[in-house]
């Protein structure tokens, strides 16, 4: 989130699509009530099911599974038209005036950018860059060829964004083929009732008023997809045309799916990132400073414009975590152990680390928190997948379907004994065993305390990691190897070693300085051997520490800050700044500079975040200001601090996205509709890739699937878990299939009954819900239905144990096709045939 | 809410006084419903089964999100989950929270033969009291809204207690405890009157909801649980919410006219026969007088 | 053999002391049967019928326990009264002698036995009484099921529990009534009543008076008496 749920409370309009927070977030969806019935806001729901979010909302449209950058291209389009932007915001906090390179072409019928290269599927993306002088080469991506050209030291710029070649007209005319009938063709969504929706969203720039905010909100219904990384996008180039982000009660908010996902997110759980977003070391680094040139970006904007570009700071984050992991072992002389870092030279995501199993690559897995056949697409091929590893660790509470893949429908008797995969299974403790700390969607770290102790035989997660790491050390230490450093050096100072306390370990990735040192500007000092305040304290020459830099700050001299409990906000904001503690430095809404109009006034005076304070000659504010506290507005310095243009990105130049600068309006691997009818010579994503192990099937209406599927959760359930408890079995106590009235009376099918739900890979049993809760709908001319289907269900469980349903995974329906960005599977939308069982 | 013991201001089949009739400054508490915001997300439920410690029981699929057809002994608060197309087209997913509506003038009181089997304390919670229930039934029949519930082993009723052990402790039920949304709200029947005028007003104004309005029947002496619905002239879409409740008919005619008609009645007919039998004595006094007069 | 000229003639009734056999022991038996009951239903009825009666279900062992037997007395009670039917209904027929009789009320009520029409077997009061009680437990029987088993009638059908409570209330106190005059009459009014259902046997005097019509069916009649 840019914002947070509180903040949210500040919406005069809301956006929900391709999430459904009354439903998987109810607690944090009271803020969206509170907007509603304190500021009279509208909620908008865009779903292809009418969910319990839509219940509550002002209006609501049924939309095709996958189409959403076609509804939001065409919002994109409407908004230009009628004028619903901010115009000052967006020539001088975003890109929109810039001009782009001579050689850039937009998609338009072909459906690629320029630069597309047919036989390795990927772009070459040199002319998506500014036009400018100065720079130098760029950051690249893992498995990306380095060596693109950077982006220019100066760019050209138009304020008055007339400039045919500028952001701004490019996107006017990428967009222009979004019309509202063809939004109706692709969608679904009848033009009237679009166009309605269009209205009632941008509204609130009706007659130029600057003052009202709009707020997205979205969870994994934009983020499963071929095209998820650009379902975001068009939703923040919504937010930065009106101006939407940096302001209370705006900016682009996604909703995580588990208590911890940002956390986990921000403590690398992606394997092309290292804690707090420092991009991997490559193999073609060479060296420590190779690796810091190729991911410290600088600046690149407007002459006459500053730039804070606050990755320029990326060395001091990097060497502070190496001294984090290593310790005194970390210097100067040996690069700070950059020899010690793994080199990432492929792609390691989830899916391709199912299929390098597959393929008999990956011999052995840790599945610790996650059930790894069910959260997978294609379930079967996961588990083939373990059926050919060596071994596999589950640390859970319960006996899931991973420790029991073994057993999972349809595998015989004869082909168990065939199975030669050792599994071993711990024992861990459940959440309200253990402390430790939660980040929130709102970037938030609260402590929690253990409610329970660790029932007899089990063990924490750390513990169990922290033994395996003795262990190993130990193996090391005993009988060396090819490379004993990273492990033997590795820093391991806690109390108690074999399960070390999460506090001791929130204060190691804070961080501490190892020499006395003093901010210049304040003159506050701190000692060698204290905890740092702030990244900002951060230095790249070792005299200091941090595990994760955004971090920085939650336990500090004062202690542990996540564990502040002060509900009191005296701006009424929601801004509760001494309630636990919020990446970076305490700050609740992020790029708030952007919440004031160029001159540092702000937008809306009823709700003031930061300031510009003339007395002070510093910014000033109820929150933490995103900015360079002391840069005048004369000076020009984009609120967008992380970008090296210092403004909003509308235009995502070279290597930002792997599919293009602007989102594109593609079909879903698995799509009813043959012809892209945006872009008619190009289906799906031009950058996508299809699997290609024999569990790999693809299906399409000419094999018989002509049915949308897409799968979701319910409140009732938490993930393929709650099956086991039977409160949650007695309020939801089956699997079900969510089918139209429509469909049902052609089919001849009474709610209830059971039906067989069959894709190119596997076939799903469960019982009907008809409901007028999804309808048929009309695509392109054709009548075309949707279903859906919840995840929750396996073949480990109470009602599963006693043989009460199907044991079907859904997963085993759904594709493997990855976004090309983020590695996000398209769990949302597939094709399936749908009989009676 | 303030922190006070219990008493009792209405009592069922009770031949004496009601021990806490205008002996307590206690107001009336209300919970107040706010079927608009409620996204039915059965926290409430779990809250209620979890507070009061009740066992589970196996559901089955109902082709629908709710979670039991009705309210069960063990089960004391649902959602009701109803679709429901307006004319224009658009759908309406309404959910209503069900659960006893503490009313005023309750029936299930009215209708109970056991003595403090269903008590009223001075603040209006109806409360079962299981220890003299005798599990006839009759509440059943009393209450407008089909919410006591039979329990086969023990033979007793059941029924949502508003928390009484809670509200008497100041806290607020577990229900309002748990609601995410703050679609629920617990406090005096005044100030949730008044809170829920001032929604129905701003959905009304607002919101396009022209019939917006409160749900707090009369029939019954209004409610210890009050609804704003979006459309309140049509309280029956919100799962079947009568639209005018009371007591029904024919408890309150068998609890009334026939209950006095048949007392005057065995009593007058006892006196009758005894004056009968003053007046006119046996029909024969000895087995002899049974002679034919005149003899044969 | 029956002597010629006479309209009846069961002599193998008439006992030693002139008396005449009325009830068997079945008839007997079952009459208590159902006396028993009916006090016990009555009883436990009025408990529940107002608080002001309550005690009399502690009095019979707690008001649960009176919960839990009365629609099993109430069973057996309605067993009694099907087999009263099978035994007596074939003689309740109305015929004119009880318009007749029925008419002459005012003179029964005034003991003026005299100037009554000649009732057989049974008077019409006492067949009004066979059959409010067979009709009446026919009627307490549907209703009370339906209280019996009160949480199994669904939502739709709650129409049903309406009719029963006041059909059950009402048919009660309607047999009630005629309970108590039934117990006025036989234990206080007609001397010699009660002994019937007790030995079964009435004196030949009793029959006669109160049932001439009987009486001469089973002494018989020559034309000459009449």
């Known amino acids: 989130m840019t914002n947070g749920w509180v903040d949210i409370k500040n919406a005069d309009m809301i956006l929900v699509m391709g999430g459904n927070p009354a439903e998987n977030h109810p607690c944090g969806f009271k803020w969206v009530i509170e907007a509603k019935r304190n500021r009279n806001a509208k909620l908008i729901v865009v779903d292809p099911r009418f969910t319990r979010t839509a219940s509550v909302s002002d209006f609501f449209a049924q939309i095709r599974v996958g189409t959403d950058i076609a509804f939001l291209g065409g919002l994109i389009r409407y908004l230009i038209e009628n004028q619903r932007y901010n115009k000052e915001y967006l020539v001088n906090f975003t890109n929109a005036g810039f001009i782009v390179d001579k050689e850039f072409k937009l998609p338009e019928d072909e459906g690629v950018f320029s630069g597309f290269d047919e036989k390795s599927l990927s772009y070459n993306r040199a002319t998506w860059n500014y036009e400018g002088s100065g720079g130098k080469p760029a950051a690249a991506k893992p498995g990306q060829p380095a060596g693109l050209p950077g982006l220019p030291e100066r760019v050209d710029f138009d304020p008055t964004l007339q400039n045919p070649r500028c952001v701004f007209q490019l996107l006017k005319a990428h967009y222009s083929r979004y019309t509202p009938e063809m939004v109706e063709r692709v969608t679904g969504i009848p033009r009237e009732k679009y166009l309605q929706a269009c209205d009632l969203f941008t509204s609130i720039r009706k007659d130029g008023d600057t003052k009202k905010v709009a707020t997205v909100i979205y969870a994994l219904g934009w983020t499963q997809h071929s095209f998820g990384t650009q379902n975001i996008r068009t939703a923040a180039m919504i937010q930065l045309l009106m101006g939407n982000v940096g302001r209370a009660g705006g900016g682009v908010n996604a909703l995580r799916g588990h208590s911890n996902i940002q956390g986990a997110t921000d403590m690398a759980g992606i394997f092309d990132n290292l804690p707090g977003y420092l991009k991997v070391p490559i193999p073609a680094d060479g060296s420590f400073e190779g690796w810091m040139k190729r991911i410290t970006p600088t600046p690149s904007k407007p002459g006459d414009w500053a730039s804070f570009n606050y990755w320029s700071n990326t060395p001091k984050f990097a060497v502070s975590l190496m001294k984090a992991f290593y310790g005194d072992a970390a210097t100067k002389q040996n690069e700070w152990a950059y020899d010690y870092l793994p080199k990432v030279d492929r792609n390691y995501s989830w899916v391709n680390i199912w299929d390098n199993m597959y393929n008999g690559v990956v011999k052995g897995l840790f599945a610790f928190g996650m059930n790894g056949v069910m959260i997978g697409p294609d379930s079967n091929k996961n588990i083939d997948a373990l059926k050919k590893a060596d071994w596999v660790v589950v640390g859970e509470i319960y006996p899931d379907e991973t420790s029991e893949f073994w057993r999972s429908p349809g595998i015989t008797q004869e082909e168990m004994k065939k199975i030669q995969t050792t599994v071993y299974r711990l024992p861990c403790a459940g959440f309200a065993e253990k402390d430790g700390s939660f980040t929130n969607s709102a970037r938030w770290l609260q402590w929690k305390n253990a409610a329970l102790p660790i029932p007899p035989g089990c063990r924490s997660d750390q513990g169990i990691v922290a033994q395996i790491f003795l262990k190993t050390r130990e193996l090391y230490q005993k009988e060396g190897g090819k490379f004993p450093d990273p492990i033997l050096k590795l820093t391991w100072a806690y109390t108690n070693p074999s399960d070390p306390s999460l506090a001791e370990v929130l204060k190691e990735i804070n961080g501490k300085t190892f020499a006395d040192a003093e901010d210049p500007a304040t003159k506050q000092q701190i000692k060698a051997g204290q905890q740092v305040p702030s990244f900002a304290w951060l230095k790249d020459d070792g005299t200091t520490s941090s595990g994760n830099w955004i971090y920085c700050g939650a336990y500090t001299e004062a202690g542990n800050l996540t564990m502040r409990r002060d509900p009191a906000d005296p701006s009424g904001l929601g801004v509760h700044p001494n309630w636990a503690w919020s990446w970076p430095v305490n700050r609740r809404v992020l790029y708030n500079r952007a919440s004031c109009n160029v001159d540092g006034k702000p937008w809306d005076a009823t709700r003031k975040q930061v300031w510009w304070n003339e007395g002070t000659q510093k910014w000033a504010g109820v929150d933490v200001p995103d900015f360079k506290a002391d840069s005048h507005p004369k000076d020009h310095m984009g609120p967008f601090i992380m970008n090296p243009e210092g403004v909003g990105r509308i235009f995502g130049p070279l290597g930002a996205f792997a599919d293009g600068p602007f989102p594109t309006f593609y079909e879903p691997v698995e799509s009813p509709v043959e012809n892209n009818l945006l872009h008619p010579k190009q289906r799906h994503s031009p950058v996508v890739r299809r699997y290609k192990t024999p569990d790999d099937k693809y299906g399409s209406v000419k094999d018989g699937y002509t049915v949308i599927c897409t799968t979701y959760r319910l409140t009732e359930h938490y993930h393929y878990w709650t099956k086991n408890n039977p409160m949650n079995v007695q309020l939801v106590p089956e699997p079900f299939v969510e089918i139209s009235e429509e469909m049902a009376a052609e089919m001849g099918l009474q709610g209830g009954e059971r039906i067989k739900v069959s894709s190119a890979r596997g076939a799903y049993i469960a019982k009907a819900m008809v409901t007028k809760r999804i309808k048929a709908m009309t695509i392109d001319g054709k009548k075309t239905y949707q279903i859906g289907i919840p995840i929750h269900w396996g073949y480990r469980g109470i009602a599963e144990d006693e043989g009460k349903t199907a044991k079907t995974p859904v997963n085993l329906l759904s594709p493997t096709v990855v976004d090309p960005n983020a590695y996000t599977p398209e769990f949302k939308g597939f094709l399936v045939k749908v009989e009676k069982a | 809410m303030s922190q006070a013991t219990l008493r009792i201001q209405k009592i069922s089949a009770h031949s004496g006084t009601v021990p806490g009739e205008d002996t307590q400054r206690q107001y009336q508490v209300c919970k107040l419903v706010d079927t608009t915001t409620c996204i039915g997300c059965k926290a409430c439920e779990v809250a209620c089964v979890e507070w009061n410690d009740m066992p589970f029981s196996p559901t089955a699929f109902g082709n629908t999100y709710q979670t039991m057809p009705e309210t069960r002994w063990n089960y004391w608060n649902l959602i009701l989950f109803n679709e429901h197309e307006r004319e224009d087209g658009t759908l309406q997913w309404l959910m209503r929270k069900h659960q006893c509506m503490h009313c005023a003038e309750p029936g299930c009181l009215e209708a109970c033969p056991a003595d403090g089997a269903i008590v009223q304390y001075t603040n209006g919670i109806v409360d079962f009291q299981q220890a003299n229930c005798i599990g006839c039934g009759y509440c059943i029949t009393g209450c407008p809204f089909n919410i006591p519930k039979f329990n086969n082993v023990t033979k007793r009723m059941y029924k949502c207690s508003l928390c009484a052990d809670r509200v008497s402790e100041g806290l607020e039920p577990a229900c309002i405890k748990s609601c995410p949304t703050g679609c629920l709200h617990f406090g005096s029947k005044d100030d949730m009157t008044e809170l829920a005028g001032i929604r129905a007003k701003q959905l009304r104004d607002h919101y396009g909801y022209d019939k917006a309005g409160v749900y707090d029947p009369p029939g019954v002496g209004g409610t210890g649980v009050i609804y704003v619905l979006h459309d309140a002239t049509q309280p029956e879409l919100y799962g079947g919410l009568p639209s005018n409740p009371s007591i029904p008919l024919a408890v309150k005619f068998w609890k009334h006219p026939l209950k006095w008609l048949g007392n005057i009645a065995m009593v007058g007919g006892l006196i009758g026969l005894f004056v009968h039998y003053l007046k006119f004595g046996p029909k024969a006094r000895e087995e002899a007088d049974l002679a034919p007069k005149g003899g044969a | ?226």
Not at chain 3, 21 to 34: D, G, P, Q, T, V
Not at chain 3, 152 to 162: E, G
């Open chain 3, 1 to 226: 053999m029956k002597p010629r000229g006479m309209i009846g003639y069961h002599p193998e009734q008439i006992i030693p002391h002139d008396h005449i056999l009325r009830y068997s022991f079945k008839e007997r038996m079952n009459h208590w049967i159902a006396a028993g009951s009916f006090i016990y239903l009555m009883l436990t009825g009025l408990a529940f019928w107002t608080p002001w009666l309550f005690w009399i279900a502690t009095m019979l062992g707690g008001a649960e326990l009176s919960r839990m037997l009365h629609p099993w007395i109430g069973l057996v009670f309605f067993v009694s009264v099907c087999y009263m039917f099978t035994l007596w209904a074939s003689q309740m027929n109305f015929e004119p002698v009880d318009k007749e009789w029925w008419n002459s009320l005012g003179h029964y009520i005034r003991n003026q036995d005299d100037q009554m029409p000649p009732a057989g077997r049974y008077n019409a009061g006492q067949k009004l009484l066979f059959w409010s009680f067979f009709i009446g437990g026919l009627l307490l029987l549907a209703s009370g099921l339906v209280l019996w088993f009160t949480e199994s009638i669904p939502w739709n059908l709650r129409w049903l529990r309406y009719l029963a409570v006041i059909v059950h209330a009402g048919t009660a106190l309607l047999t009630i009534g005629n309970f108590m005059i039934h117990v006025y009459m036989g234990v206080f009014a007609e001397r010699g009543a009660f002994g019937s259902v007790i030995r079964g046997d009435v004196s030949l005097a009793f029959a006669k008076r109160y049932h001439p019509g009987w009486y001469k069916e089973i002494v018989g009649e020559t034309e000459t008496q009449k």
